[in-house]
């Protein structure tokens, strides 16, 4: 027989069945992690966690950890040629908005829910569809909302409507032309989240959390822009962005609730 060739088959089989156990273990894990049971548990941990650190969780905390991209947002302008030509409404373009003002404002109509109010204003703006409305970050005379890609908000692409006296002054519309980059990933649990911006002591004892949700951000230093998935945590009136496939904080913005 001749060994040295036994020999080398036999270094090579059990290096496969290393890679192949390998692999096994790789995917229960990566199974565990998208299990529903997973999040439930990372939910036990961090409600355990934060009472032992005297933080309150409020927020309605979304269960799902869905698979994404990155997007390339570009800021191409808003075509205002159509508005400028509908009575009453007198448009300005900005550097990165269209700021629509309404001459006479617009009467609303009875009760009205953000997307009743979008629905009102839809023959006096564009893209009117494709906007979700954030109410926590709302205030009386201004309601805020959105541009989304696949339902999920673009915390960089705002939409703004004045309101006073029941009419609707004008608003003030961020719109980026999107597209997906890479191949899709799950994101994190927001409870890891949540975790890692209280580990960092960004989260402090005493501090109250109240939004837990689910988006895209990032800043605009060139034309095209990359947005990350990111898990957006408010506590005590300020904001933080986690990178919801990394788990690292998205540039260290904390602004107030308005």
């Known amino acids: 027989m001749d060994w040295s060739r036994a020999k080398t088959i036999l270094i090579w089989a059990f290096l496969l069945l290393d890679l192949f156990l390998g692999y096994q273990v790789y995917q229960t894990r990566f199974s565990h992690w998208q299990s529903p049971l997973a999040v439930q548990a990372d939910r036990w941990d961090i409600e355990m966690y934060l009472n032992q650190q005297n933080i309150s969780l409020e927020a309605d905390v979304p269960q799902e950890t869905p698979a994404m991209t990155y997007l390339d947002a570009e800021y191409a302008g808003i075509n205002a040629i159509g508005l400028q030509e509908i009575p009453g ?4 373009m ?13 009467q609303i109509r009875g009760q009205f829910t953000p997307g009743e109010l979008l629905r009102q204003l839809g023959p006096r703006m564009l893209y009117a569809d494709q906007y979700t409305a954030d109410l926590y970050q709302s205030s009386q005379g201004r309601l805020l909302y959105w ?12 939409l703004e409507i004045y309101l006073e006296d029941g009419a609707v002054l004008g608003y003030r519309q961020t719109y980026l032309n ?30 109250r959390i109240e939004s837990v949700r689910l988006g895209y951000y990032g800043s605009y ?13 408010i506590h005590d009136g300020k904001q933080h962005f986690v990178n919801a496939f990394t788990g690292a904080l998205e540039r260290p913005l904390v602004t107030s609730k308005s």
């Open 147 to 158: 541009q989304t890609y696949k339902k999920l908000p673009l915390f960089v692409a705002p």
């Open 89 to 92: 409404i007198q448009v300005t």
């Open 178 to 207: 999107l597209r997906s980059q890479g191949a899709s990933r799950q994101v994190i649990s927001p409870y890891t989240a949540i975790r890692s911006l209280v580990d960092k002591r960004i989260i402090t004892p005493g501090e």
């Open 221 to 233: 230093d060139a034309d095209v822009q990359v947005l990350a998935p990111v898990w957006r945590i």
């Open 94 to 106: 900005e550097k990165m908005a269209l700021a629509a003002r309404l001459d006479p404002p617009l």
